[in-house]
């Protein structure tokens, strides 16, 4: 695949065909609000061609459909961040994780596995590793709602518009989305003419991307478009026990889309995706190191603390994530209304290893001997294997690598059927509709197998010097092995009606009424000397005296099925003072479903608390949208007010194993001042800035019986962050030149443990950073051709995606690990394109 879609790139930047052609208008297949003011075309063909036709271009106009017509975004009443195609290639934006750089309010978060990579829009995200919890933020692509947000991250391109939309979103954009969505649209087919881009491109730690794209009218009624990549990276991570960098890379993916159009008012869109990564994923190196034993600088013979990029690891990371989905769209004029039908089917899967105590300790994994010498001493390897086989749950060729059993053998299985109907009415009357059906069919399923050394039992592991470990004990060898199961299905009516009394105020009502059931099928079990986690007392799970070994927590194997119904909603009041003023203000209604505990580590009491109550959300908002000297200037401000009710979250348990328990533990209040400022002062400059001024406080949030975190920071949520940008374009010699950078700041952040909510000094907090960006692009006179060269992290900040803590289990009490983004360090890249 690597061959063919490299030299495939290569041939058709060899290509010599005629100029670009003035790019043609495309649909959207969403119907269009009414006029106000000069209207961009919804669409443009090309990357490289305008977003929008020539006095949309000159406004700075930006269509966005947030309310599922397509609408000026200055026309919007909501806390909106959209940015277009254009603006995201002139600011050199290659990733999804790197759209928290366009908007102040989101913000990205890594984790020690791919699958759990998410947002948090205004400091309202989720941190549970529990397959039985569904984000806080929605990630939506093409109007269709993913299940998990980690499957998004990897293998987007072709983009047309990301969309970021701030606060409740329930009652128009689908599922769980009660902080916020993200929403991504990519571009359609041209049914006016052929066109094409390819582009290579390259960058420091051999860093290598092709991609191309292709679309044109097949006959009159039939159009097509199609986009495939392939992009590898070294890791900025080095193992030292191999010489060589880990979180390596390598991608590849393909879209098609076929849309049919026989007549005026039917229009199909049919689109297939396809997207395989497979990196090492993902190499934290140690920021804080534990008192004593193998999670040390001693130990480990790597640096500690903040700069630190090296890891000592002995066992061999490995991971993949396969996603693919297909979806029909149907857009039907029936009489004066619009009647859509959104098809779509998911499928993911996210496969993981990696060394679970981060060192170079032999505390991740087992043989089928270690496991069961303690309670049948002596045994042969056969024999010890046909036991083993007999206790998994999942086959032996999952579980174990080699004979190594347990190396945190992780992998999640996603397939979701979502189905929406809706009709809309025409724009620009007394009173505008849209009335719709969804239906929302998850499962979710993940298998893990972990095994390895207890090493915190006092007797279980000795460290003769600082730099060796041996273990004593044939019961410190333990073992977990679960497969579980969430199948989710929510149903939905849902409606937004207009209602426009008189000339300039628009009052708004929108709801949603769902019903949704969730079934959980739960197997676990332990090793004959229990798991990693449970009572550190000195038996085995039968009651026998063992030292060394432990309880575990419970082996369960059950079904339960749950079913809740709630009503949201949303009511905006908009008025249009002039015809480039409007203020607004909106009161909303969240909802995100109830949750279980499915989990490898699940106790009594984490069984007892499921399903936890949904977490609720009620948000007050005001805003204004102006612009100025003839939209040159562009002033938007926000001010909002959100309590979140039985906010979703991971806490320590009542049963003194340390392991976590997932609550609707309590409340949670974030309010604040948001923004965005841009003006174009003389032709060809574009100057904007952004900011976020928060205050995010829990309410009453008790994480156990005694410990109420009232007043105490949320996970992930920056009290302030802003950000500026700049883009200058000019003509030298016939070529266009454009000279851009971006700049973010973003303040301390909590990370991880809850416990430290309260505590300023706590080592979870990632201290504030701020990270530049510039670009430099140049095209050739025909339009043809474009170089763009780029530095990230310009002033080469060294700042962090994310901070995990290492299990006191497997050595790390008390240490923390880090997780490096792909700019820890200043790099140089670039680009090179040719449109055809």
Known sequence: MKGVLLAGTAAILAITTAGVAQAQQVKTGIPEAPSEGPQPSPQAASPDAATADAAADQSGDII?????????????????????????????????????????????????????????????????????????????????????????????????????????????????????????????????????????????????TGQISVTGPINDSLAYRAFGYYRTRDGVVTNIATGKSVNNSEGYGFRGKLE???????????????????????????????????????????PIGPDNRQVNLNTLQEGYQKNRGVSLEGNFEIGTHTLTSLTAYRNYRDFAIRDR?????????????????????????????????????????????????????????????????????????????????????????????????????????????????????DTAYVLADMVTKVHTINKAVFGNVDFKPFDGLTLTGGFRY?????????????????????????????????????????????????????????????????????????WARGYKGQAVDADLFLTAAGFAESPVDPEKSRAWEIGLKSQFWDRRITVNLTGYDTKFTGYQTTSSGTDGSGAPVLRSAGELFTKGIEGDISIRPIPGLSLAGNF????????????????????????????????????????AGGFDVSLAGNYSWTSKTLFTNLADANNEASIWRRPSFGVANMTLGVTSPDQRYKLTLYVKNLFDKHYVDGLRRISGSVGGAGAVAQSLPRDFDRYFGGTFAVQF
């Open 64 to 208: 966005v459909t947030a309310n599922k017509r397509s609408e000026r975004l200055q026309s919007v009443a909501a806390s909106i961040t959209a940015v277009d195609d254009v603006a995201l290639g002139a600011q050199a934006i290659l990733t999804v994780r790197e759209f928290s750089v366009i908007s102040p309010t989101l913000n990205f978060q890594a984790a020690d596995e791919a699958r759990l990579f998410n947002f948090s829009i205004r400091g309202i995200g989720t941190e549970s590793f529990s397959v039985g919890v569904e984000p806080s933020v929605a990630t939506i692509i093409d109007g269709v709602v993913y299940t998990r947000p980690g499957a998004a991250f990897d293998g987007l391109g072709d983009i047309e518009r990301v969309e970021v939309l701030n606060g409740p979103q329930g009652t128009l954009q689908g599922k769980n989305a009660s902080a916020g969505a993200v929403s991504i649209i990519t571009k359609r087919p041209n049914r006016e003419r052929f066109e094409g881009r390819a582009e290579v491109g390259i960058a420091e730690y051999n860093e290598y």
């Open 260 to 302: 049919f159009e026989p007549a005026n008012g039917f229009n199909l869109l049919l689109t297939g995706d396809i997207t395989y990564n497979k990196a090492d994923c993902c190499a934290e190196p140690l920021r804080v190191a534990a008192a004593s034993g193998n999670v040390t600088s001693a130990f480990t013979s790597t």
């Open 357 to 473: 105590d981060g060192t170079n300790a032999p505390f991740t994994g087992v043989t089928a001997q270690q496991l069961f010498n303690a309670t049948v001493p002596g045994i042969s390897q056969a024999d010890a294997t046909a036991r083993l086989d007999a206790l998994l749950i999942n086959p032996l060729s999952f579980a174990c690598r080699n004979n190594v059993c347990g190396e945190s053998n992780s992998l999640e299985k996603n397939d979701t059927f979502s189905q929406e109907v809706r009709l809309t009415s025409p724009g620009g009357q007394t009173i505008d509709y849209i009335l719709g059906l969804f239906y929302y069919d998850s499962k979710v399923e993940r298998d893990l197998t972990i095994a390895g050394v207890r090493s915190n039992i006092a007797g279980n592991v000795v460290f003769p010097t600082p730099t060796t470990v041996t273990v004593a004990r």
């Open 514 to 586: 769902l019903n949704e059931t969730l079934r959980w099928d739960h197997d676990k079990v332990t090793g004959p000397n229990g798991d990693h986690i449970g009572t550190p007392a000195g038996i085995n799970r039968d009651g026998a005296v063992a030292p060394g070994a432990n309880p575990g927590t419970p082996q369960y194997d059950f079904q339960r099925r749950y079913s809740d119904n709630e009503l949201i909603g949303k009511l905006v009041a908009k008025y249009q003072i002039a015809r480039d003023i409007l203020v607004y203000g909106s």
């Open 692 to 731: 976020l001024f928060a205050d995010n406080k829990f309410g009453d949030l008790f994480i156990n019986a005694t410990t109420n975190l009232k007043g105490g920071d949320p996970l992930n949520a920056p009290e302030t962050k802003y950000g500026f940008s700049g883009q200058y374009e000019f003509a």
